[in-house]
């Protein structure tokens, strides 16, 4: 059984003595000797002066959402400044309110109806049949411990001791300078792919000024003229890098504030804008317009651009010529950046290239799907496509990128190691596979950590041609378009060592992220996440060592044996107290667990996230027993394949890649093998093959419901799993 961490308490409170919908109070809460009694009066009138505050509109279909959840926040700041509420009554009890006995139900959108179907709705609504909005677009950020807010409501996080944090930039500038150390297995496709995948998974909901729909600028603004959501960084005037350029500020707009589930009340609560589950949302996007805009709707296949097919070389992904500028930068106006499901895709070189062998996989597939079913239509043929490419996606991530990340030992705790052999019947409805907010917003930022200053492009025949800086590649993917260049990332990739995932955070990243074309500075995004975990409300590090099963430091000796010497004297002359500590700034600069990347902290979040979306994922490939089930035949198919195999089969001319391409390639244990060898199976889409009008593999429609149990994965062997320390493994 996955190790049972101290159960997130909301609240001090006794559940059972908080009584909801009494005769005359919508909810009672025991405080000192006697009871608070909230009255749905109350709460009306509070929600009525709200709601004239925001100017909130009735409406049930969603598109009034911002409004109400500020709307929301207001009424429930209201009430706890009413009834002087402490923090874990906020926490603890608001959210136990039935609003829909109260005048905001009207206002509150009605849950989707949902229909067992064979493929994934775009937005990840109906996934979960009882919640269908887990795990959709709009879910809020789940919660793993109260939150931490200045004002138990909204405001961000401040020091235990009342006085400010530390500028998020100092902490950076002190503990997060680039050393520049490497690790000592792990290639740049582990964090190219673990970026891939964080796209798939997580966006935050930026706020957008309605005058401009862009986010609001905030530094050259005098504060009383600043949008409200503008929190912009403080850059010390002695900082060892903004100083030479006279830099007092970074640009900084808090997160959007979003609904809780089903408009309940409470502190501030925020959005993800993706769909959480791995379902390869990045090459596909989240709503079915988004996806149309990228289909031919000619026999399944994906738009892409043919402008190399002249050179013999495989399409790239299309141009973006909608808002073409947008995270952009574009040199001269007939040089357009890329389209795809996400529009983070041009951010840097690494993430275009994945989205790219994506991209041609998907046409791959159609192509064959479409040969071997010739009465498929488009729509059959791109959905299946789809399905296979969402399984690739959890099949890559949990067979190659999580054992590396987190090691053996956290991978068994948390129900992560894949099945050998069988369907899975651990689906459990009741997992919620939204993501939490310190994984959002601090655990999987890990990534920052392992990024390079520069880029290397090698030969296919893995030569070292050549290297350029990040910063220069930041919203500049148009080397793309030169002939060849796909394959030199991709050969680069797999044979660039990544850093070290240590405090240490490149000053590509640091000093120069997003710098413009010939600007010497750009932001910094170690002060982002810092900044971003106290805009969320993410308690501190201590409180999530105690969260994680560690014990919370009283004094910052308590910490000695979590960081190293060094880092720990850092902390004690920046913080106030151990209890101030940022959860992205703790988290990485942790001393690893034995065989993984991560400390323990960042392990148990991480393994706390990674096995929701697993078993609250009701089209988790190794599912049986429903509508979009794959049949046993082809779920083992699936789990032949490796990110090398698409690196083969979706290169230009990819000939030889070692096995596992996340891992140093390396004689012994992690060989080059040819592109043709039968250690890097393709799929069979033999299996694929369907007699026509006979549906493809549910043998007995009326059998959906699935059966609960501990998970089966964890009775198993020891399967494909590789860290650091057990690389052996990886060739068992
Ligand atoms: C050159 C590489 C990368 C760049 C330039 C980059 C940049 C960024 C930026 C600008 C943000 C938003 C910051 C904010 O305002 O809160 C962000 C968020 C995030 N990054 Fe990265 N990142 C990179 C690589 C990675 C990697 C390798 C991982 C994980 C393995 C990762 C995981 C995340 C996550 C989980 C978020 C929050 C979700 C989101 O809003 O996108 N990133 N990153
Ligand atoms: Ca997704």
Request: glycine share 6%; charged share 25%; aromatic share 10%.
């Amino acid at each position: 059984q996955p190790p049972q961490f101290q159960k997130p308490s909301f609240g001090r409170l006794p559940q059972q003595q908080l009584q909801q919908s009494g005769p005359k109070c919508a909810l009672v809460v025991p405080k000192g000797n006697g009871e608070i009694c909230i009255t749905q009066e109350s709460i009306n009138r509070a929600f009525n002066r709200a709601s004239k505050e925001f100017r909130l509109i009735e409406s049930r279909d969603g598109s009034n959402s911002e409004q109400l959840a500020e709307t929301l926040l207001e009424t429930s700041r209201l009430l706890a400044l009413e009834h002087k509420m402490e923090a874990d009554e906020i926490h603890g009890a608001l959210p136990l309110i039935d609003v829909f006995k109260t005048s905001i139900g009207r206002f509150c959108q009605k849950q989707p109806k949902c229909e067992v179907k064979r493929f994934r709705t775009y937005d990840g609504t109906c996934n979960n049949l009882d919640n269908p909005n887990w795990g959709a677009i709009s879910a809020p950020f789940r919660r793993l411990i109260p939150p931490d807010y200045a004002d138990d409501i909204s405001l961000p996080r401040i020091s235990v001791t009342g006085d400010q944090l530390p500028t998020a930039r100092y902490i950076s500038s002190t503990i997060h300078r680039d050393l520049g150390f490497h690790d000592h297995a792990v290639t740049v496709f582990l964090p190219a792919f673990g970026q891939l995948i964080d796209h798939d998974m997580a966006s935050g909901a930026e706020t957008k000024d309605p005058r401009t729909n862009a986010e609001p600028k905030c530094c050259d603004v005098s504060p009383d003229r600043r949008h409200p959501a503008c929190w912009p960084i403080d850059i010390p005037s002695n900082d060892p890098f903004y100083s030479l350029f006279g830099r007092r500020c970074l640009e900084f707009v808090r997160s959007a504030t979003g609904l809780k589930d089903k408009c309940k009340l409470g502190s501030r609560s925020t959005f993800n804008t993706v769909t959480s589950f791995l379902d390869a949302s990045f090459v596909y996007g989240t709503a079915k317009d988004t996806a149309n805009k990228l289909r031919t709707f000619r026999a399944g296949w994906l738009k892409s651009n043919s402008a190399l097919r002249n050179l013999g070389l495989k399409d790239l992904l299309p141009a973006r010529t909608e808002n073409p500028d947008e995270n952009c930068k574009r040199p001269s106006q007939d040089l357009f950046c890329f389209e795809a499901g996400d529009s983070r895709v041009n951010q840097q070189v690494m993430l275009v290239t994945l989205h790219v062998i994506f991209l041609r996989e998907h046409n791959r597939l159609a192509a064959e799907l479409g040969k071997i079913n010739p009465h498929w239509d488009d729509e059959r043929v791109f959905q299946e496509t789809r399905h296979i490419v969402a399984a690739y996606v959890q099949q890559i991530t949990y067979n190659e990128f999580l054992p590396m990340v987190l090691g053996k030992d956290i991978m068994e705790d948390y129900g992560l190691l894949l099945n050998r052999d069988g369907y899975s019947s651990d689906y459990n409805p009741k997992v919620n596979p939204n993501l939490p907010v310190s994984f959002f917003a601090a655990a999987f930022r890990f990534g920052h950590s392992v990024i390079p200053s520069q880029i290397e492009q090698w030969s296919v025949t893995h030569k070292h041609v050549g290297s350029r800086r990040l910063s220069e590649l930041f919203n500049r993917p148009f080397d793309m378009y030169q002939g060849g260049v796909t394959d030199r990332y991709i050969s680069g990739f797999m044979n660039q060592v990544a850093q070290a995932a240590d405090d240490a955070v490149t000053e590509e990243l640091t000093n120069h992220l997003f710098a413009e074309p010939l600007k010497s500075f750009g932001t910094d995004l170690a002060s982002l996440n810092m900044q971003r975990g106290r805009d969320h409300g993410v308690p501190s590090y201590n409180a999530y060592r105690a969260f994680c099963g560690l014990r919370r430091a009283r004094q910052w000796n308590d910490l000695a044996g979590s960081f190293t010497n060094e880092t720990l004297q850092k902390y004690s002359r920046t913080y106030a107290t151990p209890d101030d500590i940022d959860l992205w700034s703790g988290g990485i600069s942790e001393r690893p667990m034995p065989g993984s990347m991560v400390g323990p902290v960042f392990g148990c979040i991480m393994g706390e996230t990674f096995k929701n979306l697993r078993y609250g994922d009701r089209f988790w490939f190794e599912n049986g027993g429903w509508p979009n089930s794959f049949t046993i035949d082809q779920v083992n198919e699936i789990r032949k394949i490796k990110l090398s195999r698409l690196l083969c089969d979706n290169g230009d001319r990819i000939e030889t890649a070692q096995v596992y391409s996340m891992v140093l390639p390396d004689p012994q244990i992690n060989p080059r093998v040819p592109c043709k060898s039968s250690v890097l199976p393709r799929l069979n889409l033999e299996l694929w093959r369907e007699s026509k009008g006979k549906p493809n593999n549910v043998k007995n429609p009326q059998q959906f419901a699935p059966s609960f149990g501990p998970p089966s994965s964890l009775a198993g062997g020891f399967n494909n799993v590789s860290t650091p320390t057990t690389i052996l493994f990886l060739m068992s």
